[in-house]
């Protein structure tokens, strides 16, 4: 496994779960003195940060990308994948699209979480994830051909009504076209929809791409009641060997909650 720290360079979601925020270089440079493996970035667009900058950087810290949200686009720009009107949900892919070309330099894939949308009034569940799995196939074709898997994120029932549960999402990604999509195990969602986090670790399996590490309450892992020790365990039974990437409030600050997250890294994954 390796650990990996999110840097968000979006202003508008300044209230979100990153640990560290606006100041790339910085960033960076703070992440790699605390001994991460890597970063995962949350942009405003694919060409937000130019990637020889972004490589440049890469290369001086000795960080690889990890991978690239791509939240932005519905964030700013009101996308998502099951949008009732074609012409958002083409925009939806072309924003993707181009984000995950953007990561697949770093050799980085690209999260679909908040761009899933929801089934909105007056359309069927059945009808939005129709037209999530028609956006995952075209995008997971792309992602194919440049190497890299997509990431598919299930969300608590607070943040979308398709798929809160990582069986269901399971039963979702092997009933597309594509197999190149992955699923994250964020421990945040799953506190609050699994009924038992390391039981579903260990029935996903090598679905799992990806997982974001937060304790119960989105604080650093240490900070909250999840039973990390449970999942940790259930993380080395199905040999993941992704990243473990910290997905947390700030709290009670980026470097605070930067070395809380490296501590417990090491407390649970180092061995
Ligand atoms: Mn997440």
Not at 78 to 90: K, M, N, Y
Not at 102 to 114: C, D, E, K, Q
Not at 131 to 152: H, S
Request: charged letters at 20%.
């Amino acid at each position: 496994m390796k650990s990996c720290v999110t840097i968000a360079l979006v202003p508008e979601i300044k209230t979100g779960p990153w640990i560290y925020w606006n100041d790339l270089e910085a960033s960076m440079a703070k992440a790699a003195d605390l001994g991460f493996d890597a970063v995962e970035l949350f942009t405003a667009s694919a060409d937000a940060v130019p990637a020889d900058r972004l490589a440049a950087l890469a290369d001086q810290f000795g960080l690889k990308i990890a991978a690239v949200g791509t939240g932005a686009g519905k964030v700013l720009h009101g996308l998502t994948l099951t949008d009732p009107d074609p012409a958002i949900r083409s925009k939806a892919v072309a924003f993707i699209s181009d984000m995950m070309a953007f990561g697949a330099t770093f050799g980085a894939p690209a999260i679909i979480g908040s761009m899933q949308g929801n089934a909105v009034s007056g359309i069927e569940k059945k009808q939005a994830l129709a037209w999530l799995a028609e956006g995952l196939n075209t995008l997971g074709k792309r992602a194919e051909d440049q190497g890299v898997k997509l990431i598919y994120e299930p969300l608590n029932r607070y943040e979308t009504n398709l798929i809160n549960q990582l069986e269901t999402g399971v039963s979702f990604i092997n009933s597309l076209e594509t197999r190149s999509v992955v699923l994250l195990a964020d421990l945040f969602h799953m506190n609050i929809e699994e009924t038992s986090l390391a039981e579903s670790i260990r029935s996903a399996g090598s679905h799992i791409g990806h997982v974001h590490f937060a304790d119960s309450n989105r604080r650093p892992i240490g900070r909250g009641h999840t039973a990390m020790n449970d999942v940790a365990t259930a993380l080395k039974e199905i040999d993941y060997q992704g990243y473990i990437s910290a997905e947390a409030f700030p709290w009670p600050d980026s470097d605070q909650a930067a070395t809380q997250t490296i501590t417990s890294y090491r407390q649970y994954f180092s061995s």
